[in-house]
């Protein structure tokens, strides 16, 4: 079946630098992203979202990025920081479905000093 | 605010045994849902509400398991009887209409 998957398991970033985690999703259908962020011990928590009819959503230092030809969705950090540490979802939800998601494996973000 | 609302924290019990557990949406959302996560599998949908009425069931993994959602501020999941591949964090979480979900802090359940 179709499913949302992650490129990177882990990603290493020093203090400071930009960090980008990407994801790619195969479900042409849908339209409507979410990035959630985990910290151990606890739930996801959301980040930002986008609708496909938006190419870029900018927060406070996260933009996310959909490029619906190739089927890809990233998460831009800025400035990365030690508590930007956590694993990092994507979801999709398909059209008509109206509240079900569809979430991506994850990718761990380590910010090294 | 205090969020989503789950219990209990942990919950370790032998294999046979029914589990039970619970979650309080937050106040005013209209939607609920089940998660579990493994290292497996990540995060899967096992059921969602929409106005207490179950919508969509079809990542409740076996007739184990079933869920319910008494009144708007009141859910449980229950597994009876357990088994050991049931081990997992399971979250709740609820939203309002079609926006974003906000999540419990989740259950961790080991089945021995």
Not at chain 1, 49 to 74: A, E, P, W
Request: glycine share 8%; hydrophobic share 35%.
């Amino acid at each position: 079946g179709e499913s949302v998957g992650l490129h990177l398991p882990t990603l290493s970033v020093q203090e400071g630098d930009n960090s980008i985690i990407n994801c790619a999703y195969s479900n042409s259908a849908s339209d409507y992203f979410i990035w959630y962020k985990q910290e151990s011990g606890k739930g996801p928590q959301f980040i930002i979202d986008i609708r496909s009819n938006m190419d870029k959503r900018q927060g406070q230092r996260v933009t996310v990025l959909l490029n619906k030809t190739v089927k890809h969705l990233s998460l831009q950090i800025a400035a990365t920081q030690p508590g930007d540490s956590a694993v990092y979802f994507c979801a999709e939800r398909q059209a008509g479905t109206a509240s079900k998601l569809t979430f991506g494996t994850g990718t761990r973000l380590q910010v090294t000093l | 605010d205090a969020g989503v609302i789950q219990s209990p924290r942990h919950e370790v019990t032998e294999m046979g045994q029914e589990v039970t557990l619970r979650c309080k949406p937050i106040s005013g959302h209209n939607s609920l849902f089940w998660y579990r996560q493994t290292m497996m599998r990540g995060l899967e949908l096992l059921i969602y509400f929409n106005n207490n009425v179950p919508i969509d069931d079809s990542g409740m993994p076996e007739d184990r398991f079933s869920a319910k959602m008494p009144n708007a501020s009141f859910s449980t999941l229950k597994i009876q009887p357990s088994e050991p591949r049931d081990s997992a964090v399971y979250f709740c979480a609820s939203s309002f209409s079609a926006s974003e979900q906000f999540f419990g802090p989740g259950t961790r359940l080991t089945v021995l």
